[in-house]
């Protein structure tokens, strides 16, 4: 599956903002779907969400309470409502997808939607 990323910006801190993830190329619905970033002069952090196939989520602790995944099947994409921004959010976000069956183990990714959090 192809994915691409959009809705990184600039925000404030206690802002939000709502990035997109539109899969194609694939049965979108059987992907377990996947939120990632990466710091500047920093390694890609693990996983900061998920989104299972049945609806199910997890939160990584660091966004849970602030961020909140989503999906549209009928749209092929998959969402990040980012509250309560932080500067310690500024990253490039990535959404990563992995086939049902495959457990978590991310194997396709989109190129990345920048998120800059300044005052």
């Known amino acids: 599956v192809q994915l691409v990323e959009s809705g990184g910006g600039t925000g404030k801190p206690g802002g939000s903002l709502r990035l997109s993830c539109v899969g194609s190329?694939?049965?979108?619905?059987?992907?377990?779907m996947g939120w990632f970033r990466q710091a500047p002069g920093r390694e890609r952090e693990g996983v900061l969400s998920?989104?299972?196939?049945?609806?199910?989520?997890y939160y990584a602790d660091s966004v849970q309470g602030r961020f909140t995944i989503s999906r549209d099947n009928s749209k092929n994409t998959v969402y990040l409502q980012m509250n309560k921004l932080e500067p310690e959010d500024t990253a490039l976000y990535f959404c990563?997808?992995?086939?049902?069956?495959?457990?978590?183990?991310?194997?396709?990714w989109g190129q990345g939607t920048q998120v800059t959090v300044s005052s």
């Open positions: 990563a997808a992995v086939a049902e069956g495959r457990g978590t183990e991310f194997d396709s």
């Open positions: 190329g694939g049965i979108f619905e059987s992907y377990t």
């Open positions: 998920i989104i299972f196939r049945d609806g199910g989520t």
